[in-house]
């Protein structure tokens, strides 16, 4: 999946992979894409919670050998 920027959360655990998003997202544009690439399993479970509260869209989220890719597209 293409996307329009990428944030590195690996070695992060929650809160701070969501919160790093947060501030992240501020930085795009509507409709703009967001990579975050972890390592924290629970991230599986947050990402997809912050985003209903928040409004913003999970595309997916693709895991390889205990590493996630979460994608989301920015509400607008």
Do not use: F, H
Not at 5 to 29: R, V
């Amino acid at each position: 999946m293409k996307a329009d920027a990428t944030l590195d959360c690996i070695g992060l655990y929650c809160p701070m992979p969501i919160a790093n998003t947060a501030k992240k997202l501020k930085e795009l544009k509507a409709g703009q894409v967001l990579e975050v690439l972890a390592d924290d399993e629970g991230i599986k479970e947050d990402m997809p919670a912050w985003c209903r509260i928040t409004g913003n869209e999970l595309l997916g989220i693709e895991e390889e050998a205990g590493q996630y890719k979460v994608y989301i597209k920015k509400s607008g």
